[in-house]
């Protein structure tokens, strides 16, 4: 089965921007949908955005406007490009594989990676 794994966070102020990766270990086309998630301390893991094969997105309300979502099927990567970065938008940062049936992001079953920190300071 293919994993992912995700890189690319950091550190950044408040109005900043950073661009975080999912990388799968095979052929991306064997992934119906990717989701990205994250978890602030002290609080439940969030889906933040996803894309289907078909190259259609959704994203939370809280992000629409500054994140974008993409994949690279010639890299076999899923990005997540943040924009005007907030201190709220501090957490760790998931990928995770699924599928979209009837308009609706379904995550796989099995365990989470180790993600990606984010930390934006005001």
């Known amino acids: 089965q293919v994993q992912l794994v995700e890189s690319g966070g950091g550190l950044v102020q408040a109005g900043g921007s950073l661009r975080l990766s999912c990388a799968a270990s095979?052929?991306?086309?064997?992934?119906?949908?990717v989701g990205w998630y994250r978890q602030a301390p002290g609080k439940q893991r969030e889906l933040v955005a996803t894309?289907?094969?078909?190259?259609?997105?959704k994203y939370v309300d809280s992000v629409k406007g500054r994140f974008t979502i993409s994949r690279d099927n010639a890299k076999n990567t899923v990005y997540l490009q943040m924009n005007s970065l907030k201190p709220e938008d501090t957490a760790v940062y998931y990928c995770?594989?699924?599928?979209?049936?009837?308009?609706?992001?379904?995550?796989?079953?099995?365990?989470w990676g180790q993600g990606t920190q984010v930390t934006v300071s005001s």
């Open positions: 095979g052929s991306i086309f064997s992934i119906n949908a």
């Open positions: 894309i289907a094969i078909s190259g259609l997105t």
């Open positions: 995770r594989r699924g599928a979209v049936r009837g308009g609706t992001y379904y995550p796989d079953f099995g365990s």
